[in-house]
């Protein structure tokens, strides 16, 4: 009988592709993975792909508004729209701080919906702006009620599915970004020619916010808390996360112990840093995007289409970069480093360039770069063990990232416009140091997991034979299946 058991299991396994290999343990009710893991990903995926779409529209609705009247109509001079682009991350930043606990308090289904609630009353509100003061305050308010969505989505994926399967789910909803800019060009190209009572920019932010709020409810209803109260789940499924996913539920306890060690902890700090070098370039695409086509001597309409056609490259590129470091197993700094060279050669043509197909050329190139952030989300949802540890890495990463989001828009200098040489010289510097740190990397992880292999072996010899911290470490790392993914 025992046998028979074990054969139908190791039959099961083979059948399994890498993606959807999730380890089987023999006392649970059957379970057809393939089938589990489809739902969640027809379910719950689209609708976190389809959040950062929203969102996204609501970040580009400044950008779009610069070529549709919202500078001259707030009288917006200087450095006053750049601080408009920046304010939207101090609200931001100042929710991460408070999403760091919160995901352990609030049931993360409820908290999502909330955010997109409040962003587009708040947005479609931001149409009423009468000066430079009413505009900033709105953005304020916009950007904190939308940052609690990233770091709970980075918290989800962990949740909901394995390692492997992560790192291709979390570039699949990421390229939401993409499909958000595909709509939002569409949109904006429509009210561009609508005319009416009010000025184009006004109409494009109600229009977004009325879509935000609608969506919210959608969240409400179909995206579950946890695994275990989804309504689209059998109870054997729901047992099969509780018992083999032990990422899969919210621990509602504080652990300063897990807290503390990530100052310590040497690949946070390299994630940390990875991550301001990439988001710095991109920030400026987000904010200037319209005003950098507009240099090239694009008119608004034409930067519209333009950026219609750049959505498209952008959700194909990250798609793509997420496909391959889901495939080749330890593939994602050979990715990085790979968009990081596209990335480069599209920096020096805008930095150099001089005709205006050069120019176009060059920025194509570039907006290849946003295809390195989700793999490094990846990286972070995957290799931190530990509830609190992942939202307090969850929190700085996004802190930094909200920092950078200040300051992109200020390499932007007004003295330097229309041609701004001096942004395009810190892009093409951060590609350089995203290079290198992709390099570095790599062979921190590999480290890290030589390390995890000693420990592993060290736990099965005599006490003695280990320090207390090695013990420590046996005891937290146990889990045989758990390594590093670089």
């Given at each position: 009988m025992e046998e028979k058991k074990s054969s139908s299991t190791d039959t099961k396994s083979l059948d399994m592709s890498p993606e959807d290999h999730v380890l089987v343990n023999e006392a649970l009710p059957a379970v057809n993975l393939k089938k589990m893991v489809r739902k969640v990903?027809?379910?719950?995926?689209?609708?976190?792909?389809?959040?950062?779409?929203?969102?996204?529209m609501d970040k580009l609705a400044l950008s779009s508004g610069s070529v549709f009247g919202v500078k001259t109509d707030l009288h917006l001079v200087g450095q006053d729209y750049s601080w408009c682009s920046s304010i939207f991350y101090f609200g931001f930043m100042l929710g991460n701080f408070i999403a760091a606990r919160i995901l352990h308090i609030v049931p993360l289904g409820k908290l999502i919906f909330a955010a997109v609630f409040f962003w587009g009353i708040t947005l479609a509100c931001s149409a009423a702006s009468q000066n430079y003061a009413g505009l900033m305050v709105a953005r304020f308010v916009l950007g904190f009620c939308e940052s609690f969505v990233s770091p709970t989505f980075v918290f989800m994926t962990t949740m909901w599915w394995t390692q492997q399967q992560g790192a291709f789910r979390t570039n699949i909803y990421f390229a939401g970004n993409d499909i958000g800019g595909v709509i939002s060009s569409l949109i904006a190209f429509g009210i561009g020619h609508a005319g009416g009572a009010l000025m184009p920019w006004?109409?494009?932010?109600i229009c977004y916010g009325c879509l935000a709020f609608v969506w919210s409810f959608v969240i409400l209803f179909f995206l579950p808390d946890t695994p275990s109260k989804a309504?689209?789940?059998d109870s054997s499924e729901k047992k099969y996360y509780k018992e083999e996913m032990s990422t899969s539920e919210v621990e509602k306890k504080w652990d300063w112990e897990q807290a503390k060690s990530c100052v310590t902890d040497v690949n946070v700090w390299l994630?940390?840093?990875?991550?301001?070098?990439?988001?710095?370039?991109?920030?400026?695409?987000?904010s200037y995007g319209y005003i950098i086509l507009d240099s090239f001597g694009f008119t608004s309409i034409q930067s519209t289409l333009i950026n219609l056609a750049l959505s498209v490259f952008t959700w194909f590129c990250i798609t793509f970069a997420g496909y391959l470091a889901s495939h080749f197993k330890n593939s994602r700094c050979?990715?990085?480093?790979?968009?990081?060279?596209?990335?480069?050669?599209g920096g020096?043509?805008?930095?150099k360039g001089q005709a205006k197909g050069v120019k176009l050329?060059?920025?194509?190139?570039?907006?290849?770069?946003?295809?390195?952030?989700?793999l490094l989300l990846g990286m972070t949802a995957s290799n931190f063990k530990g509830n609190t540890r992942r939202s307090v890495v969850n929190s700085a990463v996004f802190i930094v990232?909200?920092?950078c989001n200040i300051a992109g828009p200020q390499l932007f200098r007004a003295k330097d416009a229309p041609h701004y040489p001096h942004a395009f010289l810190s892009w093409i510097v951060c590609y350089c140091i995203s290079a290198c740190l992709a390099v570095i990397m790599r062979f921190s992880w590999i480290h890290s997991n030589k390390k995890l292999e000693r420990l592993a072996e060290s736990a099965v010899l005599p006490a003695t034979k280990s320090t207390d911290s090695e013990k420590e470490e046996i005891m937290e790392f146990m889990d045989p299946t758990f390594r590093y993914k670089y």
């Amino acid at each position: 009988m025992e046998e028979k058991k074990s054969s139908s299991t190791d039959t099961k396994s083979l059948d399994m592709s890498p993606e959807d290999h999730v380890l089987v343990n023999e006392a649970l009710p059957a379970v057809n993975l393939k089938k589990m893991v489809r739902k969640v990903d027809f379910i719950v995926l689209p609708i976190m792909m389809i959040t950062y779409c929203m969102q996204f529209m609501d970040k580009l609705a400044l950008s779009s508004g610069s070529v549709f009247g919202v500078k001259t109509d707030l009288h917006l001079v200087g450095q006053d729209y750049s601080w408009c682009s920046s304010i939207f991350y101090f609200g931001f930043m100042l929710g991460n701080f408070i999403a760091a606990r919160i995901l352990h308090i609030v049931p993360l289904g409820k908290l999502i919906f909330a955010a997109v609630f409040f962003w587009g009353i708040t947005l479609a509100c931001s149409a009423a702006s009468q000066n430079y003061a009413g505009l900033m305050v709105a953005r304020f308010v916009l950007g904190f009620c939308e940052s609690f969505v990233s770091p709970t989505f980075v918290f989800m994926t962990t949740m909901w599915w394995t390692q492997q399967q992560g790192a291709f789910r979390t570039n699949i909803y990421f390229a939401g970004n993409d499909i958000g800019g595909v709509i939002s060009s569409l949109i904006a190209f429509g009210i561009g020619h609508a005319g009416g009572a009010l000025m184009p920019w006004r109409y494009l932010f109600i229009c977004y916010g009325c879509l935000a709020f609608v969506w919210s409810f959608v969240i409400l209803f179909f995206l579950p808390d946890t695994p275990s109260k989804a309504r689209f789940f059998d109870s054997s499924e729901k047992k099969y996360y509780k018992e083999e996913m032990s990422t899969s539920e919210v621990e509602k306890k504080w652990d300063w112990e897990q807290a503390k060690s990530c100052v310590t902890d040497v690949n946070v700090w390299l994630i940390l840093v990875a991550i301001a070098s990439s988001i710095l370039p991109n920030s400026g695409v987000i904010s200037y995007g319209y005003i950098i086509l507009d240099s090239f001597g694009f008119t608004s309409i034409q930067s519209t289409l333009i950026n219609l056609a750049l959505s498209v490259f952008t959700w194909f590129c990250i798609t793509f970069a997420g496909y391959l470091a889901s495939h080749f197993k330890n593939s994602r700094c050979y990715v990085i480093l790979i968009v990081v060279v596209f990335s480069l050669v599209g920096g020096c043509l805008i930095y150099k360039g001089q005709a205006k197909g050069v120019k176009l050329l060059g920025y194509f190139l570039v907006d290849v770069q946003p295809a390195i952030t989700p793999l490094l989300l990846g990286m972070t949802a995957s290799n931190f063990k530990g509830n609190t540890r992942r939202s307090v890495v969850n929190s700085a990463v996004f802190i930094v990232y909200c920092a950078c989001n200040i300051a992109g828009p200020q390499l932007f200098r007004a003295k330097d416009a229309p041609h701004y040489p001096h942004a395009f010289l810190s892009w093409i510097v951060c590609y350089c140091i995203s290079a290198c740190l992709a390099v570095i990397m790599r062979f921190s992880w590999i480290h890290s997991n030589k390390k995890l292999e000693r420990l592993a072996e060290s736990a099965v010899l005599p006490a003695t034979k280990s320090t207390d911290s090695e013990k420590e470490e046996i005891m937290e790392f146990m889990d045989p299946t758990f390594r590093y993914k670089y």
